[in-house]
């Protein structure tokens, strides 16, 4: 599972991304409202713990746009302010939680996990397109047609994973490098190809209609031989 913690105040985020990073959460650090709204947004992150008073934006105007573009992550308010209006506007325009500052670790990290686990709650156990499936608790891949299936794993079940929540969306390199590699971590380019190739062959290994399909200076997508 992937946090975004957004907040300004350096030593409270490290010292929260340790904490998450101790109970094997994966965790990225934005400082600043226009850096966070970015981040948040790209639909990467399946949790963001969201301060409101930012500089160059504030917290409420990057929940719309998380609302706007990336719905379904789930969000924590977090913010020194305590005022019930405050909670209400924040609530209103869809957090999930809403925690006041100081608070306490353990009680941040509880909310985190009754967050994450509702999200993981509403979330289908496999996942579908064309004559496939990827069977999310054992880890396969499944042909429809035939029932044969072929285990995946690791990049490739992370890239496929993504790939099959966006169904005929074009998704950027960049996109793809930050769900699956982390927005911070640089790799090489041809790492990507070569992970797109393994997929591409365990789906010709299926006899699938499925393909993986380069969209020419833009990125990829997930389609079907026909369509």
């Known amino acids: 599972m992937k946090i975004l913690i957004v907040e300004d105040e350096v030593r409270l985020a490290e010292a929260t991304a340790a904490m998450l990073r101790q109970n094997a959460y994966t965790v990225d650090l934005a400082f600043d409202g226009e850096t966070g709204s970015e981040k948040a947004s790209s639909g990467i992150y399946d949790l963001v713990i969201l301060d409101v008073m930012l500089p160059k934006r504030d917290g409420f105007e990057i929940l719309e746009d998380i609302r706007s573009l990336a719905p379904e992550t789930r969000v924590i308010m977090l913010t020194a302010r305590g005022e019930l209006r ?61 029932g044969e299936s072929l285990p995946i794993a690791g990049k490739e079940y992370s890239l496929l994973e993504y790939f099959l929540s966006h169904p005929g969306q074009i998704l950027t390199r960049d996109q793809l490098y930050s769900k699956v590699w982390g927005w911070d971590n640089n790799i090489e380019s041809n790492n990507l190809e070569a992970y797109l190739s393994f997929l591409r062959k365990k789906l010709r290994l299926l006899d699938s209609n499925v393909e993986i399909k380069s969209v020419r200076g833009l990125g990829y997508r997930i389609g079907t031989k026909d369509a």
């Open 86 to 146: 405050d909670k209400l506007n924040g609530l209103k325009n869809g957090a999930d939680d809403y925690m006041t500052k100081p608070f306490h670790m353990e009680e941040l990290l509880a909310r985190v996990d009754i967050q994450l686990k509702k999200s993981a709650a509403m979330q289908s156990n496999r996942l579908e397109y064309g004559d496939i499936y990827l069977d999310v608790k054992a880890g396969m891949l499944v042909s429809r047609k035939n």
